[in-house]
C-alpha cells in the first residue's frame, strides 16, 4: 500500500491550502470559513519520483465546545493509521491553547511527527516560527501554503520519514 501522510491541527491554519500545495492542484477545499473540510480525505501525490497518500482533515464545528478535543482525537487517529504527521501551526498566530493540547498527544507517537509552521509568507515571520520549538516536537519547518515559500523542504523533510 502507499504510505501515507496525514495532515493534522486547528482550523483555519492552512491545512488544505498545504494539501494543495502537496498536490500541486486545488483539490482540497480551502475556505476562510474554519472547519469545511469533512473529516478525513486521501489524496495521491507525488514528489521526487516518489507516490504517497496526503489526507486532508478536518470536520468539526467552529468553536463548537468540545472541538479541541474532536482535534486532538483526529491527531491521536493520525498517529495510530498513518505513516507520518504532519502538525501545522499559525505561526503568524503562535501556539494556542488547542496547538499545545494536540502537540501533547503527538509528542507520544511512535510515528514520525513533523511540525510545520504555516503562514511564513517571507522572512519577517521566521522567529514567530522559530517561537513554536516550545511545542516540544521537535524544529519547526515555515513554510507558506499559499505562496509556495518552503514547501519543497517540508515535502524533502516528509519523504525522509515516510
Ligand atoms: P484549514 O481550515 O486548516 O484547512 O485552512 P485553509 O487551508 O482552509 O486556510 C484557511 C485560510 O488561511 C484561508 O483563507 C487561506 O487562504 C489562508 N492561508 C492558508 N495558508 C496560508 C499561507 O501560507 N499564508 C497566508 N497568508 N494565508 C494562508
Ligand atoms: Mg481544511
Known amino acids: 500500500a502507499m504510505p501515507t501522510v496525514a495532515i493534522v491541527g486547528r482550523p483555519n491554519v492552512g491545512k488544505s491550502t498545504l494539501v494543495n500545495r502537496i ?3 486545488r483539490e482540497a477545499v480551502v475556505e476562510d470559513i474554519p472547519g469545511v473540510t469533512r473529516d478525513r480525505v486521501s489524496y495521491a501525490a507525488v514528489w ?3 507516490r504517497f497518500l ?3 482533515t478536518g470536520g ?8 479541541g478535543q474532536a482535534i486532538a ?3 491521536e487517529f493520525a498517529m ?3 505513516d507520518a504527521v504532519v502538525l501545522v501551526v499559525d505561526a503568524t498566530v503562535g501556539a494556542t491553547a488547542t496547538d ?3 502537540a501533547r498527544v503527538l509528542r507520544r507517537s511512535k510515528t514520525p511527527v513533523l511540525l510545520a509552521a504555516n503562514k511564513v ?3 519577517r515571520v521566521e522567529s514567530e516560527a522559530a517561537a513554536l520549538w516550545s511545542l516540544g516536537l521537535g524544529e519547526p519547518r515555515s513554510v507558506s501554503a499559499a505562496h509556495g515559500r518552503g514547501a519543497g523542504d517540508l515535502l524533502d523533510a516528509i519523504l525522509e520519514v515516510l
Do not use: C, F, I, Y
Not at 468539526?60 to 472541538?67: F, I, L, Y
Open 73 to 75: 482525537r483526529q491527531a
Open 23 to 25: 498536490l500541486g492542484r
Open 48 to 50: 521526487s519520483g516518489r
Open 60 to 67: 468539526w464545528e467552529p468553536d463548537a465546545k468540545g472541538m
Open 100 to 102: 499545545e493540547a494536540v
Open 121 to 123: 509568507d517571507d522572512e
Open 54 to 56: 496526503v489526507q486532508d
Open 80 to 82: 495510530n493509521t498513518a
